[in-house]
């Protein structure tokens, strides 16, 4: 898994010291809750090189160590000039294992192993204004530095150096420490202590003498952990698995591809799925997955349309969240930074999107997105929402939606195969009214391009789309009487009558006038159980005058008019 650090968390849980009085620190310990959790899993690491906590001592850091140990992943804290709750290592040890705080651990005089390397380093110590040159103290951190380096030369031969205080800013070198992370090798150092806009344009960051420095106060991260690089050639576990497939998108390909590498958040894993498309579009996805090794293919045998694509990229994902994509869509760069912030502990989330009109540039990307409120979905609003459910779009869209993936594994959620048309609408039903819990975010980070030459324009002139409509149409029918609640249920199923009588059978009879049999077309349209039970539904009774005055028109070239006919004499 991986290794994230954070410096000077500063909490004060059980004592009397909020950093709120400190510009850019208001609420600091919820904004690192948040990141925390939206970037740390279970079996990451974070360290925290000092000033964890205000108390002076350790019962008053109780609260303190609960709050870290309640959030993923093994912490490992060191000691800063701030942390007067320090003490003996085995006190600590004692304090946290009596309290149960297993995902502690100190590193202190030591080295912890962590993935494939090792963890080491000490306090540090520098000639700040104000503190005195204290040689005694000096000398014992840099003992206490190589003693903890040569423990984790131990342990892997990856070692990654912490330190409370700066080895070096741009204007001062601590010689005893810096010359032994020189003469012990040392590849790669983080540090913090340093606040405030002054005090970070002083630190050094880069490479000197093949130590590459990183400062990671809390203040200067954002309060947000910093991802310690992985070894070169050593991939981290995605978190989220993004679903796109493609066929015969050549043109647009490349453009959803560099959306989804240009996102805020980095562990992603990108699956394109080939549905045996004739266009170069593979080519651009081998192109693409060669640069990137978290962008990887799966070439289907046969074209079974996007349903049976996004099944396809599901039954492949690793991540533990499952996203998707459209080929000729795009992310805005905070796309999945902001949906998994919103997620939280629910099972899926709705996200909200901006609509491109043909031909239109995309918008520009904002440089930072706002805190957007989520809201809870509970079982009575997704009720409510089904009650308009064909006039709302609430159930519409599958790109807008990210799901935990074990959930959609425990359901058994899948597209449905061979209903090229209103697909998505039937996995988000099956999806939302299965969860545990639910959010929407009205965040428009997603980027929906109209295609008027995409399979939504052309579905009512396919010869079978009165019999794939009607399969859609029964499908809805069966997870309204299923899953939503009354008094929304009678909505809910007349408001599908309503789309049946003023949308389908228009759309399905002005197509059938462009074929040679269209009077059969009509009747076979206008006789359908489809057409006769929302008809039904609407009326009380079967529509056997509107029927025979639809096939009248028809039978004259007058499609129009019987297309009208139905729309408003079945209102």
């Known amino acids: 898994m991986a290794i994230f650090t954070l410096g000077d968390t500063h909490l004060s849980f059980g004592s009397k010291k909020p950093m709120d009085i400190f510009p850019g620190w208001e609420g600091h310990a919820a904004r690192i809750e948040t990141h925390w959790r939206r970037l740390v899993r279970d079996g990451d690491t974070v360290v925290i090189p000092g000033d964890v906590s205000w108390a002076m001592n350790l019962s008053d850091a109780l609260e303190d160590f609960r709050f870290l140990h309640s959030l993923p992943g093994t912490k490992i804290l060191m000691k800063g000039n701030h942390d007067y709750w320090f003490s003996t290592r085995k006190k600590i040890e004692d304090f946290w294992e009596s309290n149960g705080f297993t995902s502690l651990k100190l590193l202190q005089n030591n080295a912890i192993a962590a993935e494939a390397a ?39 031969d990856r070692v990654l150096v912490f330190l409370h205080y700066p080895p070096l800013t741009l204007d001062k070198v601590c010689e005893p420490l810096y010359n032994i992370l020189v003469e012990e090798g040392v590849t790669d150092c983080w540090y913090c202590h ?12 880069g490479v000197r003498d093949g130590i590459r420095f990183r400062l990671v106060s809390a203040d200067y991260l954002g309060f947000c952990p910093a991802l310690v690089p992985p070894e070169s050639g050593r991939l981290l576990p995605p978190v989220v698995s993004v679903i796109l497939p493609f066929y015969n998108n050549e043109s647009t390909l490349k453009r959803a591809i560099d959306a989804v590498a240009a996102q805020t958040f980095t562990r992603w894993e990108l699956l394109l799925i080939n549905d045996c498309g004739s266009d170069k579009s593979a080519k651009a996805a081998a192109k693409a997955a060669a640069k990137d090794s978290r962008i990887h293919i799966y070439n289907r045998m046969e074209n079974g349309g996007p349903a049976a694509a996004r099944n396809t990229g ?19 760069p905070q796309y999945l930074e902001t949906a998994l912030c919103g997620i939280g502990d629910a099972d899926c989330i709705r996200m909200g999107f901006q609509w491109i009109a043909d031909g239109a540039d995309p918008p520009p990307a904002a440089p930072e997105v706002p805190p ?49 048309y209103g ?149």
Not at 121 to 136: C, I, L, V, Y
Not at 194 to 205: D, I, N, S, V
Not at 381 to 409: C, D, I, K
Not at 489 to 495: Q, R
């Open 372 to 420: 957007v409120a989520c809201e809870p979905l509970t079982p009575e609003a997704l009720s409510e929402y089904a009650a308009a459910l064909q006039t709302n779009g609430f159930f519409r869209y599958h790109w807008r939606v990210m799901l935990r993936r074990t959930f959609v594994q425990a359901k058994g959620l899948r597209f449905p195969e061979g209903m090229p």
């Open 118 to 156: 090792a963890i080491c380093g000490s306090r540090g110590w520098f000639f700040d204004s104000g503190e005195s040159a204290d040689e005694k103290v000096l000398a014992r951190e840099a003992e206490r530095l190589r003693m903890s380096i040569r423990e984790a030369r131990k342990l892997s």
């Open 314 to 332: 599901i039954d492949a994902a690793q991540g533990e969240y499952i996203a998707f994509l459209d080929a000729d869509d795009t992310y805005l």
């Open 423 to 571: 697909e998505d609408s039937i996995f988000l039903l099956d999806a939302f009214f299965q969860a545990c819990a639910a959010v929407n975010c009205p965040a428009g980070l997603y980027c929906y391009y109209e295609n008027t030459t995409g399979l939504t324009h052309t579905f009512w002139e396919r010869p079978e789309a009165l019999a794939l409509i009607s399969s859609h149409v029964a499908a809805k029918q069966d997870r309204i009487i299923r899953y939503v609640q009354e008094p929304y249920k009678t909505a809910a199923l007349e408001n599908l009558a309503d789309y049946v009588c003023t949308t389908v059978l228009p759309s399905l009879l002005i197509a059938a006038a462009l074929h040679k049999d269209k009077t059969q077309r009509v009747r076979a349209i206008l006789k359908c159980p489809m057409a006769k039970q929302a008809y039904k539904r609407r009326h009380g009774k079967p529509s056997r005058s509107m029927d025979t005055l639809a096939v009248w028109l028809a039978q004259h070239k007058l499609y129009t008019a019987a297309a009208v006919c139905v729309r408003h004499l079945w209102r």
């Open 194 to 205: 340093l606040h405030g806009k002054t005090a970070h344009r002083r630190a050094f960051q």
